[in-house]
């Protein structure tokens, strides 16, 4: 299959999800698993539309690594979400962390309620990193950031925190997100 049918497909997968997900959240405002069973899927399907640089993957078979820092929100659903998949060759896979660095080795990282490391020292401390970072509500530095609109799972993205990390997100991602904080050349 090629790169651009797999985006297709990534595309109406996505597009299908946030009507699906979006409905399930509808239903039951009130059960906080069901939110992060819809993010836990978002993060798989973010995958398919950013590019990261060859240096992120230190080898043609290293792992493309989901990474959550702190507590874990998600449970088991993240593990099937990512169960199976692969982005570009590389077989995804879960970590959880209790600090990191640029040096981790994530490609996605969720950044939760830590004790080791809070959410601002742990996106400074990946910044410049190709790591797409994502945490909840507004963030300062994360690439992706969850929103609540109504009842349903929503997202913006920020494109300046995605260049310093040196990713490039596509434009069809762009245009599902509520937001989108251009890239102001900050460095």
Excluded at 23 to 29: E, G, H, I, V
Excluded at 40 to 54: D, Q, R
Excluded at 94 to 119: E, K, P, T
Excluded at 152 to 181: P, Q
Aim: glycine residues 8%.
């Amino acid at each position: 299959m090629s790169l651009a049918s797999h985006r297709a497909d990534g595309v109406a997968g996505l597009a299908l999800m946030l009507w699906t997900l979006g409905l399930a959240s509808t239903a039951r405002p009130q059960d906080r698993s069901i939110e992060y069973a819809v993010k836990a899927a978002y993060l798989e399907k973010f995958a398919p539309f950013v590019a990261w640089p060859p240096s992120a993957f230190p080898t043609v078979s290293s792992p493309f690594a989901v990474c959550v820092l702190g507590r874990d929100p998600f449970g088991a659903n993240l593990d099937q979400a990512v169960s199976g998949q692969s982005v570009s060759g590389h077989p995804m896979v879960v970590r959880r962390l209790d600090r990191v660095d640029g040096a981790s080795g994530c490609h996605i990282l969720y950044v939760g309620a830590s004790r080791s490391q809070s959410a601002p020292e742990a996106l400074r401390s990946v910044r410049g990193a190709p790591i797409l970072t994502v945490a909840d509500g507004a963030a300062d530095g994360a690439v992706i950031q969850f929103v609540l609109k109504g009842s349903r799972v929503r997202f913006d993205i920020d494109v300046g925190a995605a260049a310093a990390n040196r990713l490039t997100i596509s434009s069809k991602l762009l245009s599902l997100a509520t937001s989108v904080r251009p890239d102001t050349g900050r460095s």
